[in-house]
């Protein structure tokens, strides 16, 4: 049975390229996966294993079939395997991100990566008196701390280095665990090895390991990665964009990013600024050329430079639809293999630029760092020398875009508070704004799209809790025009009233999915402040419409953090009633933080509010 657009998205501009897409006979993500239902019921609860070859295994949730394995893992066994090699799988995504940026860090410090230096010095001098690297030389012991920065790695001993800056108790209560991580790819690999037949058969035994990885990701890879590129390509602050499908030109080359990191769209979008290729673009009959985003590498160049936002990931095939797209140029992660054939159907060049992703129907155009601007250049002048072939009788774009503001970096909201977080703490106190509640995480064709997002996000203002986001959930709050400072209007007297005094929008816009380490660092800073661990604040996060395996690791480090965490889909968990019941509620006891599952946005947002409610009250704060 054909799908009702009106249905699949709360985003008009979204349901209006379904339609499109529909009518051009054009398969997009939620059909295949109407074509994939009943999805596998094994699958869906992680009661299937195949992580040798006596198997596939799988065990009858009846009760009625096997109970084990054929080497004799049961439900609880499999389900927890399956959990923690997730979690490896997006610790080793944010790792390889992370990696990626520090070589390029690296051959610059070295004077090699010639079309990149170093924009923010302070962060230098900073984190190299972190790691105890002497500020000497021409470029204040970048070198150096690019070397350290590495072997945090491969560390096989002692503690990944960020994670020092945890409170204090909180570190204690990792340490009691054993689950302080010691090199990031030494608990990845430990990962793999646990889950190997006949290793570690203790769901307990294993989900911690799982927590270890999740905080080798949170307190290093991604931490390491936001880190990393501030430096690069400069500390984001406040400014303002737009997004939404919208932002696509009819009468400009329009060149979209998409994918996660900002090492070559930072180069493109210098590129496409060059007045050799805006006059390219004129002479073939473009006004210009314009820039637009997609998924975490959008988020990147919007924060850094205002560049607009096409949409978040269920868009990306919808953006190839509009007609309007010379170039998709992407890098790695979340990236539907599926844009090589839609490209095709149009004039679009989809153009793949990592040495570790290929597509199919992609044209290679690989980035190596010591070639960026150029290689960039020839990105540009390709999209720009495609214009021509654009069939204008096939261009839809819908209008919808809104107007947003970005770029909330620790330092910018430090910056907006006056230099000190004694304002936002004050407020908190005061119970101004009731608590902080950080919304991050992707978009599933299994729930509407957008809807868990803004709809969770729009009850949490409206109950005084600030949000603080990330991710497509970033670029579905500021397509709602929740980013904008007069979505205050929308937010509860207290906060509305905070927002208002700052000229500050209710809802945070902090960045990339590595950039949920911004986030821990606001809980470290505050919980230090307030002299208790981050699980003691009135704080949870939540990603309602979460799909990616690196949400899982995210969803891992968070809640080891100390941060109650509410997903919108469910994990492959339920399986398992062990393992269902140490995440819900045993995890609780060990790192004062749970997860919860709630699909609906309104009782998501009922958990969250009653949880920050019941921090605010130990804390002895007014309710
Ligand atoms: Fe089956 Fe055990 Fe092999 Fe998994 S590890 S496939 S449960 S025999
Ligand atoms: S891009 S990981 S779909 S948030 Fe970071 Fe969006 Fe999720 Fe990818």
Redesign the pocket.
């Known amino acids: 049975m054909a799908n009702k657009p009106a249905t699949e998205s709360t985003d008009p501009a979204t349901t209006k390229m379904l339609l499109e897409a529909r009518r051009a006979g054009l398969e997009t993500a939620w059909d295949r996966f109407n074509k994939q239902q009943p999805q596998c019921g094994f699958g869906q609860l992680g009661i299937c294993?195949?992580?040798?070859?006596?198997?596939?295994?799988r065990i009858d949730p009846f009760g009625e079939g096997p109970e084990k394995?054929?080497?004799?893992?049961t439900a609880d066994i499999?389900v927890a395997r399956n959990l923690l090699r997730m979690i490896a799988a997006g610790a080793a995504a944010h790792a390889d991100h992370a990696r990626d940026a520090v070589i390029v860090f690296k051959e610059a410090s070295e004077g090699r990566a010639r079309s990149y230096q170093i924009k923010d010095d302070t962060k230098l001098k900073a984190l190299a008196a972190e790691y105890n690297i002497p500020s000497r030389g021409e470029r204040g012991g970048a070198a150096d701390l690019a070397n350290a920065l590495l072997s945090d790695f491969g560390r096989q001993q002692g503690s990944v280095t960020f994670t020092r800056r945890a409170p204090e108790k909180r570190q204690k209560i990792w340490e009691r665990l054993g689950i302080i991580p010691r090199g990031i790819d030494r608990e990845i690999v430990e990962c793999m090895h646990r889950t190997n037949?006949g290793v570690d058969n203790d769901p307990l035994h294993i989900l911690l390991q799982g927590l270890r990885t999740g905080l080798a990701d949170g307190w290093g890879a991604s931490m390491i990665a936001t880190d990393v590129q501030d430096m690069l390509f400069g500390t984001p602050s406040p400014k303002r964009s737009e997004a939404n499908l919208g932002v696509l030109r009819e009468d400009e080359v329009n060149i979209i990013v998409h994918g996660h990191e900002p090492i070559l769209s930072e180069m493109i979008v210098e590129a496409a600024s060059d007045p050799e290729m805006i006059r390219l673009a004129e002479k073939l009959g473009a006004k210009g050329i314009n820039v637009a985003g997609i998924c975490c590498t959008g988020n990147e160049v919007l924060m850094r430079h205002g560049i607009p936002a096409a949409g978040n990931f269920l868009q990306q095939e919808l953006a190839v639809i509009t007609g309007a797209v010379e170039a998709m140029v992407v890098d790695v992660q979340c990236v539907m293999p599926s844009l090589g054939g839609l490209a095709a159907c149009y004039h679009t060049k989809f153009i793949s630029t990592s040495p570790k992703a290929e597509f199919p129907g992609a044209i290679r155009m690989e980035f190596s760092e010591d070639r960026a601007a150029e290689i960039a250049r020839e990105i540009v002048r390709t999209a720009v020398e495609n214009y021509r072939n654009r069939d204008m009788s096939r261009v839809v774009i819908p209008r919808e875009k809104s107007e947003c503001m970005v770029g909330f970096s620790v330092e910018a909201i430090l910056n907006a508070l006056g230099g000190s977080p004694q304002p936002l703490i004050d407020a908190v106190v005061n119970g101004s704004i009731k608590g902080i509640a950080a919304v991050v995480g992707c978009n599933n064709p299994k729930v509407q799209h957008d809807h868990g997002h803004i709809n969770l996000v729009r009850e949490l203002i409206r109950n005084s809790i600030l949000v603080v986001t990330t991710g497509c959930n970033a670029i579905a709050c500021a397509k709602a025009g929740l980013l904008r400072p007069d979505a205050a209007r929308e937010a509860g007297d207290g906060l509305r009233g905070v927002c208002e005094s700052l000229g500050i929008p209710p809802v945070l816009h902090m960045g990339s999915c590595v950039d949920i380490s911004r986030i821990l660092v606001v809980a470290a800073a505050i919980a230090n402040r307030l002299g208790v661990d981050i699980s003691d604040l009135p704080v949870a996060g939540a990603a309602p419409e979460w799909m990616s395996e690196k949400a899982v690791s995210i969803g891992a480090y968070v809640v080891a953090s100390g941060v109650y965490t509410v997903l919108g889909t469910v994990p492959p968990v339920l399986g398992s009633p062990v393992v269902t019941k140490i995440l819900t509620k045993d995890i609780g006891d060990a790192v004062g933080a749970t997860f919860a599952v709630e699909p609906d946005p309104s009782k998501a947002a009922r958990l969250i509010i009653e949880h920050i409610e019941g921090k605010r009250k130990a804390l002895g704060l007014k309710v």
């Open positions: 294993c195949r992580n040798c070859n006596m198997g596939p295994c394995g054929v080497c004799g893992a499999i037949m």
